[in-house]
């Protein structure tokens, strides 16, 4: 991620690294969340793939999350 898209996107390299610590921290949520997603949108993700292989899907996997409002919890909230 360069500087920019940090400072444009996650608003500075500090929050950035908050949200990279917290992905970490509540993997166990964020996976849920993806699945719930698929399972919602599975024939969407299908056909966006052009029905090929799942392993394609991290070429648009980050996109794809982000529009649909995946949500990282905070570090200082409870589990």
Known sequence: ????????EMGGEKEYLNYL???MVYKKE???QIES???ND???????LA????DYINDFSHEYYYDKGISV???????
């Not at 029905?51 to 799942?54: H, K, R, V």
């Not at 919890?73 to 589990?79: C, G, K, M």
């Open 1 to 8: 991620m360069t500087e920019k898209t940090m400072n444009d």
């Open 21 to 23: 610590e917290s992905s």
């Open 30 to 32: 964020i996976i849920r």
């Open 37 to 39: 997603m698929y399972d």
């Open 42 to 48: 599975e024939d969407g993700i299908k056909k966006r």
């Open 51 to 54: 029905n090929g292989e799942l």
């Open 73 to 79: 919890p905070e570090l200082n909230e409870a589990d």
